[in-house]
């Protein structure tokens, strides 16, 4: 830790990994507000109805998404800034922070997208086919590209670099690697991926000084 570091800076350093637990929290509350969701293939004239009885729960469970997102943005700067003060590599803290970029954004559009769902799948003004059209991208699951880089990246610099705990490395490896599997393991290895985050920010808080990895000091030439 630096020497400069002011008490307030510390106390930061140590809470805000733990948005990560928020962030699990956060979209798992979400996911179970929503409930069972209708599947892309779902007949357009059977979402009118299922979003009459259901719709004011998936709006409520798109803002909590929403509001997880926010938590896993706060949770990535604080492992960037770890990275960084850990001296990793710029490319490898810059693949990081794309990937936490790129799945921050996925993960508050998806929060905007049931938000919208909950509120328009009720207005009766609102046509089968728009409605399809938009539960659709509620509905289908794909690989998150965002969360893999993320995972990567971290990987490297905590089997490399010893920035992060070399568990959360290799376990991150296994996360990203698991993201590719066919459905339905690629989304459970997507749940998987909120527990790790959940981890990952508890053990940043507990040890917020990586053990860092200095390269050795060039042999000095007596004259």
Known sequence: MSTNETPGTTALRRIAPLAGVLFAGLTIAGDFTIGPFPDGSTPVGDLPAYYRAHGAHVSLGGTLMTLGGVCFAIFAAAVWARLRGARVPVVISGVVLLGAAVDTMADLNSGAVYNLLGDIGRDAA??????????????????????????????????????????????????????????????????????????????????????????????????
């Open 126 to 223: 609102v046509t089968g086919p728009a409605l399809q059209a938009w539960h659709i991208q509620g509905a289908e699951f794909g690989v998150s590209g965002g969360a893999v880089l993320f995972l990567l990246g971290i990987a490297v610099a905590g089997i490399a670099y010893r920035a992060v705990p070399r568990w959360l490395a290799w376990t991150g490896v296994v996360l990203a690697v698991a993201q590719f599997a066919p459905s339905p393991f690629g989304f459970f290895a997507s749940m998987f991926v909120l527990v790790w985050v959940a981890a990952a920010g508890i053990a940043l808080a507990v040890s917020p000084d990586p053990d860092v990895v200095r390269p050795r000091e060039a042999p000095q030439l007596v004259g």
